[in-house]
Each structure stands twice: as C-alpha cells, then as structure tokens.
C-alpha cells in the first residue's frame, strides 16, 4: 500500500473516531499514530479498536477527550480496545455471518414478492385475500397478526384439486392448503 492509500485512510480514520466520540481533534496531532497502527493492523482493525473504546464506559466518561493517544499510543493499548471491540456483536463472525444469510433471504424474498407483483391479478388476490382475513385481526392479537398472517402472499390457486398455495415472507416457507367443499381450511402439506 503506498503513502498516499495510507493518508486517505488516516484521515477517514479520523473522521470515524470524531464522529464515533463527539470530539473535535487535529488530524496533524495524531496522524503519525494513525498511520503506524494502519501499517501495523490495518484499516479495518482501528475501525473495531475505535468502536471498542467506544463500547467502554469507564473510557467513554473519563478519557473520551483523550481517545487518540489512549487507543493509538502503543500496539498494546491499541490491542486491548481491538480486544474489546472484537467482543462486540457487530464484529462478531457468527453474528456478522448470520447477518449475510439474513440480507440474501431479504433479497430472495424481495426477488420473489417483485415476480409475484408484476402480474395486476395476483395482486387484486392479495387483496381480496386480505379482505376475507380482516376479520381474523378482531380474533388473534397483533403480534400473531404481524408474524403469520401480515405476510401471506398468494401464490396459485388450483381450482381442480381445491388447492391454494400461499408463500410468507417471514418463514420462508410456501405451503399448500386444502379448501373443503363450505371453503373452510381442511389440511396444511408442507412442501
């Protein structure tokens, strides 16, 4: 990395640490330890030592005025707020791997919601659908409403086998729904 990359990064540093610690420091004062812990430790690590000395109450009340030299001072001071912020569950690889999963579900679904709304009918279902469902609202509380039945979408409805398949968002799950002959739900088949 050349010393130009490493000066945009010293400065984007920071920017980060007076947003994060509400003080208003010189870059000139402290950019000579920036740039050793960036060569050292990189960008991303001084992000996590920030955030993990901001994560530290004792720190934030008594030396928040002093966040620079407390956390750039020496590689071991700069390790102890990079342990503490390593702690936190924004940089925490199972909780940064399961806000992946998340997103990517978020994005099928968002996929899928877009497929199914381009056809004008399958809207006027959900619609209808929703309509016949109101009065379940009056019945259930709404938590139960807002996890099973707020986002329920029409999927298909086959006339032949009485068969209505709806998709949720939420579960992720389609599932097929029997109708008997009065229109009331008989069965659930998972698929």
């Known amino acids: 990395m050349d010393s130009a990359d490493l000066i945009r990064q010293a400065a984007d540093l920071h920017e980060y640490l007076i947003k994060n610690i509400g003080h208003n420091w010189r870059l000139s004062t402290w950019e000579k330890k920036y740039l050793a812990r960036l060569r050292t430790y990189g960008f991303d ?19 928040s005025q002093d966040a620079p030299d407390c956390i750039f001072r020496s590689d071991k001071s700069f390790e102890r707020f990079c342990a503490a912020g390593m702690a936190l569950p924004e940089h925490d690889e199972t909780y940064l791997e399961q806000k992946r999963k998340d997103e990517e579900l978020q994005f099928k679904l968002a996929e899928y919601r877009a497929t199914l709304g381009k056809d004008n009918a399958v809207i ?24 099973f039945l707020a986002p329920l979408l029409f999927v298909k409805y086959d006339r032949s086998s009485k068969t209505l398949t709806l998709f949720s968002e939420y579960a992720s799950w389609i599932e097929d729904i029997t109708l008997t002959a009065s229109g009331k739900l008989s069965a659930v088949m998972w698929i």
């Open 124 to 147: 006027a279902v959900i619609a209808r659908m929703f309509k016949k469902l109101e009065p379940l609202k009056e019945e259930i509380n709404e938590v139960s409403w807002n996890v």
């Open 45 to 63: 690590k001084c992000i996590i030592a920030v955030d993990g000395f901001k994560s530290l109450k004792w720190w934030m009340t008594n030396k």
